[in-house]
């Protein structure tokens, strides 16, 4: 498994869903992904620490989990099949793993909540993951090197990647 963090979220201009970049650590590699608006919007609800009113459904999912006794471990996006990427959510019930099949944009919407990693497995991002021509991670990136990465996320061809 290849661990990755959520890299931005891109917003397409030909529908309303919305294409999350997962960036492998310490590589230059990325696996886009196709998520729906809600699911997005629940990501980046809790990446910027935006406080809501009430618990949202995946706020729900890990409440329920903790008070079953449960700890969420790990989530990895495990399969790509006829186009669609596949998610597994690990949960820990003493010292018991139970593995829960979810949509990559849930699993990662609770990974987010419970601060845990995200994993690639290596045949999915073996097949669909990008590498960008130029490095575009380095720390202190200039903004030339910014609007890089933002041409990097408009060339991709948004019709030929795999739904969630």
């Known amino acids: 498994m290849i661990e990755v963090k959520i890299a931005g979220i891109q917003v397409s201009l030909m529908s309303q869903h919305r294409v999350v970049l997962l960036k492998e650590l310490?590589?230059?590699?990325?696996?886009?992904i196709?998520?729906?608006p809600y699911e997005a919007e629940a990501i980046n609800i809790e990446l910027q620490r935006f406080e809501v009113g009430r618990p949202l459904t995946h706020d729900l999912l890990k409440n329920t989990i903790e008070?079953?006794?449960?700890?969420?471990?790990?989530?990895?996006?495990s399969e790509l099949r006829e186009d669609t990427f596949y998610a597994r959510i690990i949960i820990d019930v003493d010292g018991q793993e139970i593995d829960i099949d979810a949509r990559p944009s849930d699993a990662m919407a609770l990974?987010?909540?419970?601060?845990?990693?995200?994993?690639?497995?290596?045949?999915?991002?073996?097949?669909?993951?990008?590498?960008?021509?130029?490095?575009?991670s380095k720390e202190g990136?200039?903004?030339?090197?910014?609007?890089?990465?933002?041409?990097?996320?408009?060339s991709l061809d948004i019709d030929d990647l795999p739904i969630h």
């Open 26 to 32: 310490d590589t230059n590699r990325y696996l886009p």
């Open 34 to 36: 196709w998520i729906g």
């Open 67 to 77: 008070a079953l006794g449960g700890t969420v471990q790990y989530v990895v996006v």
């Open 111 to 136: 990974a987010v909540r419970v601060r845990v990693p995200i994993y690639v497995a290596e045949e999915v991002m073996t097949e669909a993951g990008i590498v960008p021509e130029r490095d575009l």
């Open 141 to 154: 990136v200039e903004r030339e090197e910014r609007s890089a990465f933002d041409e990097f996320l408009d």
